[in-house]
């Protein structure tokens, strides 16, 4: 049976569509992609915490992308080859910057490996600017949200945000999953100041790699 908006009377989405939206959203963060190859990441250096925060930043990135769809900005991006290609070489520049971080961090003594709250609060924006600087995250966005959205139940802004929450709700799990995982994984190997140096350029590796390829793709 459909929701009833209370204060509108409109309807929002059905029951099942929700159920569907959830799997697909629960499947698609589950496939390896940028974020939560992140999360993994900085679970396997920093710990399980660090990883959880990380996880809130992508997710409040997510909260602006449904919002940008809600307000129909990220069709700017999916028509405007400068301003895809502008976010794209951000993107990439900033993950970049992460690789130097990373591989500079392999000489650190071990101590230093847990953050503290400054160092949650940086995850936390490392975690904001990783996704929305990811013009593909916006594209995805646009063309996924719409598809279990009807306009001709009206109130479709509503619709659209309601969706949007349950893929950040679907995101935290996942992710949340990933970063209990390989942040027991990581305090493992932590002991290691070998293990540890491993982990740092692993980690430079992957956000190289990753800023290579979003610099590839294409709209």
């Not at 500079?104 to 503290?116: D, F, I, T, V």
């Not at 996924?144 to 959205?149: T, V």
């Amino acid at each position: 049976m459909d929701g009833i908006d209370k204060q509108t009377g409109k309807t929002l989405p059905a029951a099942d569509s929700i159920v569907i939206f959830f799997t697909a959203s629960v499947l698609l963060g589950i496939a390896p992609g940028p974020d939560n190859i992140f999360v993994l990441a900085q679970s396997a250096i920093h710990g399980c915490r660090a990883g959880l925060v990380v996880t809130l930043g992508l997710c409040s990135g997510l909260l602006i992308h449904t919002l940008a769809v809600t307000l129909g900005v990220a069709a700017v991006f999916q028509t405007s080859e400068t301003a895809f290609t502008l976010l794209k070489l951000v993107g990439a520049a900033y993950l970049l910057y992460l690789a130097w971080q990373a591989f500079r961090a392999s000489s650190r003594n071990l101590s230093q490996a847990r953050p503290g709250v400054s160092g949650f609060l940086q995850l936390y924006r490392r975690g904001i600017i990783m996704n929305v600087t990811n013009p593909k995250v916006s594209i995805f966005f646009l063309a996924f949200l719409p598809q279990f959205a009807d306009p001709s139940k009206g109130f479709l802004a509503g619709q659209l945000v309601m969706l949007g929450l349950v893929f950040i709700i679907a995101t935290l799990l996942v992710f949340g999953t990933i970063s209990l995982l390989a942040g027991t994984l990581g305090g493992w190997l932590n002991h290691s100041s070998k293990a540890q140096r491993m982990l740092n350029r692993m980690a430079g590796v992957v956000f190289a790699g990753l800023a290579i390829r979003l610099l590839f793709v294409d709209r």
